[in-house]
């Protein structure tokens, strides 16, 4: 989680965004995969 975040703050706004994206989208698959 904590490397996660720390990726996301050193990523420029555009590679910050779709990283976002891909927690959001991986989270959500997860929880319903489970």
């Known amino acids: 989680m904590i ?3 720390s990726r996301l703050k050193v990523a420029d706004n555009t590679g910050a965004k779709e ?3 891909i927690r ?3 989270g959500s698959g997860r929880r ?3």
């Open 3 to 5: 490397q996660q975040e």
């Open 32 to 34: 319903y995969a489970g």
């Open 19 to 21: 990283i976002l994206c």
């Open 24 to 26: 959001v989208l991986g």
